[in-house]
């Protein structure tokens, strides 16, 4: 695995036909759920594919784990 993210990191990942970013609020090493805008989500995390939960500019958060993220330029 690359680097773990730290918070505040701004992040991005593909999304449709381009891409979204947002910064690293907090990260999870094990399997974690969070309601999202009325919406359950889950992370199967571990320490080789920790999952974040991430907030973009207009406010947002969305749960991603390592593997779908890279560091924003």
């Not at 939960?53 to 593997?67: N, P, T």
């Amino acid at each position: 695995m690359a680097k773990d993210y730290p918070a505040n990191t701004k992040v991005e990942w593909d999304w449709g036909n381009g891409t979204a970013q947002g910064k690293v609020q907090e990260k999870f090493t094990e399997e974690v759920t969070r309601t999202i805008d009325g919406t359950e989500v889950k992370r199967d995390a571990s320490d080789d594919n920790p999952a974040y939960l991430i907030e973009q500019d207009d406010g947002h958060r969305v749960l991603k784990k390592h593997s779908e993220l890279r560091k924003a330029s």
